[in-house]
Nanobody, 127 residues
Framework: QVQLVESGGGLVQAGGSLRLSCTPSGRSISRSPMGWFRRAPGKEREFVAAINWNGGNTAYADFVKGRFTISRDNAKNTAYLQMNSLKPEDTAVYYC????????????????????WGQGTQVTVSS
């Protein structure tokens, strides 16, 4: 299974911003739909945002619309999640996901449509 590596998490005050990055280990993501999910303490992992293979289509969970932006730079082989206006309830481990093994043009909200995952990066928002 291809490993994805997240970075950019940390501790931030409410109202602040963070940018998460996701790069693959030894593979290209240039033809892969990518997504971000998160798991808050005591909760199940949930969808945050997704982007199709060329960045032409994105999808967001309602609770992040207008605050978070997913993007990608295929030349840098990296996907991003820009998080603005962070709230304490955004505190979670954030996971990058990719569908790397088969080409697909979709934008996916569902975990089981991804075949590669990162280990997660902690985002903590203090009030």
């Amino acid at each position: 299974q291809v490993q994805l590596v997240e970075s950019g998490g940390g501790l931030v005050q409410a109202g602040g911003s963070l940018r998460l990055s996701c790069t693959p280990s030894g593979r290209s993501i240039s033809r892969s739909p990518m997504g971000w999910f998160r798991r808050a303490p005591g909760k199940e992992r949930e969808f945050v945002a997704a982007i199709n293979w060329n960045g032409g289509n994105t999808a967001y969970a309602d609770f992040v619309k207008g605050r978070f932006t997913i993007s990608r730079d295929n030349a840098k082989n990296t996907a991003y999640l820009q998080m603005n206006s962070l709230k304490p309830e955004d505190t979670a481990v954030y996971y990058c996901a990719g569908r790397l093994n088969t080409f697909n043009i979709g934008t996916h909200r569902t975990e089981d449509l991804y075949d590669s995952w990162g280990q997660g990066t902690q985002v903590t928002v203090s009030s």
